[in-house]
T-cell receptor, first 116, second 112 residues
Framework: DTEVTQTPKHLVMGMTNKKSLKCEQH?????MYWYKQKAKKPPELMFV???????INESVPSRFSPECPNSSLLNLHLHALQPEDSALYLC???????????????FGPGTRLTVL | DAKTTQPNSMESNEEEPVHLPCNHS???????IHWYRQLPSQGPEYVIH???SNVNNRMASLAIAEDRKSSTLILHRATLRDAAVYYC?????????????FGAGTILRVKS
C-alpha cells in the first residue's frame, strides 16, 4: 500500500468554525508533512513531523494547529481561518532521514478548503 | 535554500522525447537534485533524484552537468499522461534534508 489518504476531499467553513483535516498512511513512514498550495502556485511547506514530534514549523499562524497522534495519522486543526487561507492542503509522508539518506515523499490528493 | 530556475512552460509532441532543463548555480556539495511532477487535480509525485551521476528509472532519466550547476530531466517518449507541472528541487542532504522547497516549476503540455 503506497497510498496517502486525506479526508475530507472538500471543505467549506466559516471564519468562526473549527474543523480538522485528516491524513493517513500505512507505509510505516515516520516523517509526515503538511503543505499549502494556492491556485496556480507551487506547494509551500507548513509543518514536518518526525517520529510523531514536530520538527519544522515554517512560521505558520497559530490558527493552524497540527497534531500527530500516532505514526500513521496526521491532523491539521483549523480555527478562526481567514478567506485568504482558502487553498489545497496537501499531506505527504516519507521514510525517516536517519543516516542522511534521501527519501521520496508520497503525497495525498489534498483537501480543497474554502473559507467564507 | 538554494534556488532553481526552470522555464515557465514547454510543449512536446506525443511519442517524442522531452528535455526539461533546470539551472541551480548556487547548489552546494550536499544538495541532492530531486524532480517531482504534479498532474492536474493530484498531489505531487516523485519522479527521480540524483547527486552527481546520471540516473535512470522507469519514469525518466536525469542528466546532471559535471559542475552540478544544471540538470535535465528526460522523458524518453512523452504521452498525454505526462502533461503536468514538473518541479526541480534541491534537497539539503544535511539536517533539514526532509524539507522540500518547490519552485515555480515548468508546465509541460503534450500535443497529440
Amino acid at each position: 500500500d503506497t497510498e496517502v489518504t486525506q479526508t475530507p476531499k472538500h471543505l467549506v467553513m466559516g471564519m468562526t468554525n473549527k474543523k480538522s483535516l485528516k491524513c493517513e498512511q500505512h507505509m510505516g513512514h515516520r516523517a509526515m508533512y503538511w503543505y499549502k498550495q494556492k491556485a496556480k502556485k507551487p506547494p509551500e511547506l507548513m509543518f514536518v513531523y518526525s517520529y510523531e514530534k514536530l520538527s519544522i514549523n515554517e512560521s505558520v499562524p497559530s490558527r493552524f494547529s497540527p497534531e500527530c497522534p500516532n505514526s500513521s495519522l496526521l491532523n491539521l486543526h483549523l480555527h478562526a481561518l481567514q478567506p485568504e487561507d482558502s487553498a489545497l492542503y496537501l499531506c505527504a509522508s516519507s521514510q525517516d532521514m536517519v543516516g542522511g539518506l534521501m527519501r521520496e515523499q508520497f503525497f495525498g490528493p489534498g483537501t480543497r478548503l474554502t473559507v467564507l | 535554500d538554494a534556488k532553481t530556475t526552470q522555464p515557465n512552460s514547454m510543449e512536446s509532441n506525443e511519442e517524442e522525447p522531452v528535455h526539461l532543463p533546470c539551472n541551480h548555480s548556487t547548489i552546494s556539495g550536499t544538495d541532492y537534485i530531486h524532480w517531482y511532477r504534479q498532474l492536474p487535480s493530484q498531489g505531487p509525485e516523485y519522479v527521480i533524484h540524483g547527486l552527481t551521476s546520471n540516473v535512470n528509472n522507469r519514469m525518466a532519466s536525469l542528466a546532471i552537468a559535471e559542475d552540478r550547476k544544471s540538470s535535465t530531466l528526460i522523458l524518453h517518449r512523452a504521452t498525454l499522461r505526462d502533461a503536468a507541472v514538473y518541479y526541480c528541487i534541491l534537497r539539503d542532504g544535511g539536517e533539514y534534508g526532509n524539507k522540500l522547497v518547490f519552485g515555480a516549476g515548468t508546465i509541460l503540455r503534450v500535443k497529440s
